[in-house]
Every structure is written in C-alpha cells, then in structure tokens.
C-alpha cells in the first residue's frame, strides 16, 4: 500500500513552459487535493475532487486545471508557468470522516 | 469561506516542557484535523478529532466544536517534536474542502 504518490519530486521550469504534477493514490479514496506551500507559509488548497469527474476550486486556482477520470489519479497542470507558481506542491487524498493523506510533495521553480 | 486562525505563531520550548496548541475557526466546522510537518517537509496525520477529545502517547487533542475551537496537548517535549502543527477544517455540507491554518512554529531545545 504505498498511499499518495507525487511525480517529480523535483522540477525546474523556464517562464512559459507547461507541465503536469502527477499525483495517485491507492486507496481508493474518493477526495483528493493539490496543496500549494510558499515558503515559511501555509498550505492553500487549489483544487479539490470529491469523485471521479467532479472538480471544483479551492483558494487559488488561477494558472492551474485539473482533471479526475479516475478515483486513483489526479494530475495538476501548468499551461504557462510563472514566477509566482514557484512552491513546493502537495497532493492529499481521504475517505469521508477519516484522516487526510499527504504526499510527499513536488519543489517546483520558475525561473 | 471559512477561516483558520492558529496560535500562537511560534514557540520556543526547552525539552521537557508542555504545551498548548489552538485553532480557531470562523463558522461551524466538521473533519478537523491536526498535522506535524517535519524539517524535511514531510506533513503526518496527527488527529482526525471533529468533536471530542483523542490522546496518542504524549500528544493529545480536544475539540468544541459548538464553540469552534480545537486544542493540541503536546507534554513532556521532545527535540524531534519541532517543526510546524497545522490545523484544518471544512465547513459542514460534506464537500470537504479542507482549509488549512497558517501553522504554529514549533522549536524544542534540548
């Protein structure tokens, strides 16, 4: 049972460029969450999925999308990637009334 | 949307010694919960505790949720308890959108 899984745990990207966060879980929780941290801050929900083919927005969506075609996977895109997009990322996942799982995050750089 | 506020901001304990985490939330609030993330970023469950109170070795949390309050009980501190305790919470309706606190610095010195 590995729980959440993020890919890469690293990246460095060019202003402009575009990239997907993989995150997956195994298991088979319906919620799943992408988390941005800054450093010396909090976590801020982006994006949130309470099932396969249902998103909806957190606090700070704008710059990302997402999708759930499946309960394991939900990926986080970046189509035009910003300074200000530079964080470290969290996926999470839960079952409803029960604790949330974190993975261990993607350190992502704009430069 | 609801709000999360932590306190206090930062600690500073000496080894050995006690102390008391709260989480405020700005409207009623259900899956609550509290988290240590470590010096190497790493975020663990610590409690899953929308209403009552939970203990797990030298650590334990009360929620009242009536009053829209949680506490973290940490006693006789340790070195490896330093890092940072979030709160986080959704409002009722089952959505689950979890909103987290700003977080409470924890620094333990041997």
């Known amino acids: 049972n590995a729980g959440v899984t993020q890919t890469p745990k690293f990246r460095i990207l060019k202003i402009g460029q575009s990239m997907t966060l993989q995150c997956t879980q195994d298991?088979?929780?319906?919620?799943m969450y992408w988390y941005r941290q800054d450093p010396g801050m909090g976590l801020k929900l982006i994006y949130y999925?309470?099932?396969?083919?249902?998103?909806d927005k957190g606090e700070v969506p704008n710059g990302y999308n997402v999708s759930r075609s499946t309960t394991e996977d939900f990926p986080l895109r970046l189509e035009l990637a910003a300074p200000s997009q530079t964080s470290v990322y969290f996926c999470?996942?839960?079952?409803?009334?029960?604790?949330?799982?974190f993975g261990n995050g993607t350190r992502l750089t704009v430069t | 949307g609801i709000q999360v506020e932590q306190s206090p901001p930062d600690l500073i304990l000496q080894e050995g010694a006690n102390s008391t985490l709260r989480c405020n939330f700005s409207d009623s609030v259900n899956n609550l919960q509290w988290f240590h993330q470590n010096p190497w970023g790493q975020l663990i469950n610590l409690f899953y505790?929308?209403?009552g109170t939970k203990q797990n070795g030298r650590l334990s949390a009360t929620t009242v949720a009536t009053e829209r309050y949680s506490l973290l009980y940490i006693s006789s501190s340790q070195t490896t308890d330093s890092g940072v305790y979030f709160c986080a919470g959704s409002t009722q309706g089952g959505s689950e959108k979890l909103v987290f606190g700003k977080g409470t610095k924890l620094t333990v010195n041997p």
């Open positions: 505790i929308p209403s």
């Open positions: 298991m088979n929780h319906n919620y």
């Open positions: 999925s309470v099932g396969a083919g249902i998103t």
């Open positions: 999470a996942s839960l079952r409803q009334n029960s604790p949330l799982h």
